[in-house]
């Protein structure tokens, strides 16, 4: 059973990487220019789901960081998803 568990970990550890060898360039290159609401919202969407992961909320982060003056409401709504349903984990 021990060893199952870990080999689950392991998994979980080699998605996140994976996601976030995918989502750097995409993060980067919506940094580097100006991006519809739209845009911005889908690729938030996705990487929330993996924001338990530093290396992930860096990037979401790295982004709300960039548009909060451009999308403020936007923005807005990403931090407190992540607050719902990442932060409550942690209490």
């Known amino acids: 059973m021990d060893e199952r568990i870990y080999q689950i970990a392991e998994q979980i550890v080699e998605i996140h990487q994976k ?51 451009v999308y403020p409401r936007c923005i807005k709504f990403y931090i407190e998803a992540y607050r719902e349903m990442w932060e409550a984990e942690n209490k």
């Open 19 to 69: 996601a976030y060898e995918v989502y750097l360039p995409l993060v980067e290159d919506s940094c580097s220019r100006t991006v519809s609401e739209a845009e911005l919202s889908h690729l938030l969407d996705y990487l929330l789901d993996f924001a338990c992961d530093e290396k992930i909320l860096g990037l979401y982060k790295k982004l709300c960081r960039k548009y909060l003056y």
